[in-house]
């Protein structure tokens, strides 16, 4: 899914940034197999794409060394790791929920898988506030709150394009 959603995107896919998705769980085994196809396809004619290309799914050790393998220098790995964090928020932000608890809960879920990071939009009710419960569970907070996280997705998505 991360692959699928970063090319939609028009994110450059490198193989550090599928190591590292491998690593985190956060990219398939079977996707990998699939974007090796899809390289070989475009005229990538090296050994370990071939090699991905025909490795089963429920291989993983043998799919992670392979595109270990195929890691290049001098990537900048937080710039890869914010490309699999954009393809996460998107997976979550692409439709708004249309009922605002959920919809919150969901904002919250999201960007407590990512720990929370410092550049995030989201407010968290009763973390680092005195927002009660009322105040935080109301449609107003949820329009407010997914406008922040598009927006914010927004501008994560121009500046990755070109990296």
Known sequence: ?????????????????????????????????????????????????????????????????????????????????????LAIVYDVIKEKNHNFVDGLIQLTELWDKLDYPKDSPHTVQGRNNKISPNEYYTQENYDKLYKANCEWFRKELLYLQNK
């Not at 956060?26 to 699939?34: K, L, S």
């Not at 990538?44 to 060394?65: H, K, P, T």
């Open 1 to 85: 899914m991360i692959i699928r959603i970063l090319k939609d995107l028009n994110i450059n896919i490198s193989w550090n940034m599928i190591f590292i998705g491998l690593c985190t769980g956060d990219v398939e085994a079977y996707e990998v197999i699939d974007y090796a196809m899809e390289q070989i396809e475009l005229g990538d004619c090296r050994s370990e794409i071939f090699e991905l290309a025909g490795a089963y799914a429920d291989d993983f050790d043998y799919v992670l060394r392979l595109v270990q393998d195929l890691q290049e220098d001098f990537i900048d790995e937080a710039i890869e790791r914010r490309k699999i964090r």
